[in-house]
């Protein structure tokens, strides 16, 4: 069956650029969750939706940081004016329910974002 | 708040030996722990979690863990290390009460582990 995928794999931005990271859970999974993972450090929270809802983006870390997912399914998070310190892998994880800790979050390959 | 130290960057063994993955943690409430393991090029994949049922908790490729409430710790064990389990291993705390992140997971630094032939 097919799991959570996301694309591009690998993306090369000129410092200022803006870019966009697609993510596409599960079928039918309510919760969506993005993370940043930068190099010999484990993920770090983003933002977490419930379908469309963005319940939480306490984790973004600046306000060129923005997410949607306004069907509640696809959701793409994009930064503008892209930095070098924001060069890291970005990944998206899906759980079937909202309450998450209750349910396993399966994970996608991620995005490697470079930021010359 | 909640946080997770791992305290091994790196462990390396012999194929064939022991494996254990040390994790304390620190939850001001019932804590959820997890291991999550990322091969090179793929997604994390989920070993195992605990959420207070049995305190030994035995995952896939015959991993387990331990939750030992009064050392704080989550330590992955395998009895017999194979070359495929050579991989970066994260071991992962939520909070039911946390109100942040809304189940979002608190990841360690990670551990790599290097499986000798």
């Known amino acids: 069956g097919a799991g959570v995928s996301q694309s591009p794999r690998y993306k090369v931005a000129k410092r200022g650029q803006d870019v966009a990271l697609r993510c596409d859970p599960i079928?039918?999974?309510?919760?969506l969750f993005w993370y940043q993972q930068a190099l010999g450090q484990g993920p770090e929270f983003l933002t977490y939706?419930?379908?469309?809802?963005?319940?939480?983006k306490s984790g973004l870390p600046s306000d060129r940081f923005f997410a949607e997912r306004p069907e509640g399914s696809v959701s793409t998070l994009k930064i503008q004016r892209t930095q070098q310190e924001d060069s890291a892998v970005y990944l998206c994880?899906?759980?079937?329910?909202?309450?998450?800790?209750?349910?396993?979050?399966?994970f996608g390959p991620g995005t490697r974002l470079t930021v010359l | 708040a909640q946080s997770v130290t791992q305290l091994d960057s790196h462990v390396s063994v012999s194929e064939g030996t022991p494996v254990l993955l040390r994790c304390n943690y620190s939850?001001?409430?019932?804590?959820?722990l997890f291991w999550y393991v990322q091969h090179p090029n793929k997604g994390l994949q989920l070993l195992l979690k605990?959420?207070?049922?049995?305190?030994l908790v035995k995952g896939i490729n015959g991993f387990e863990a331990e939750f030992k409430k009064s050392e704080t710790s989550f330590h992955l064990t395998k009895p017999s290390a194979h070359m495929s389990d050579a991989a970066e291993y994260f071991c992962?705390?939520?909070?039911?009460?946390?109100?942040?992140?809304?189940?979002?997971?608190?990841f360690g630094k990670g551990t790599h582990l290097i499986i000798q032939p």
């Open positions: 994880a899906s759980s079937l329910s909202g309450t998450g800790f209750y349910n396993e979050q399966f």
């Open positions: 079928s039918g999974h309510v919760s």
């Open positions: 939706f419930q379908n469309e809802a963005q319940l939480d």
């Open positions: 939850s001001s409430y019932s804590p959820s």
């Open positions: 605990y959420t207070s049922a049995a305190t």
């Open positions: 992962v705390v939520t909070d039911m009460y946390s109100g942040g992140g809304a189940d979002g997971l608190t």
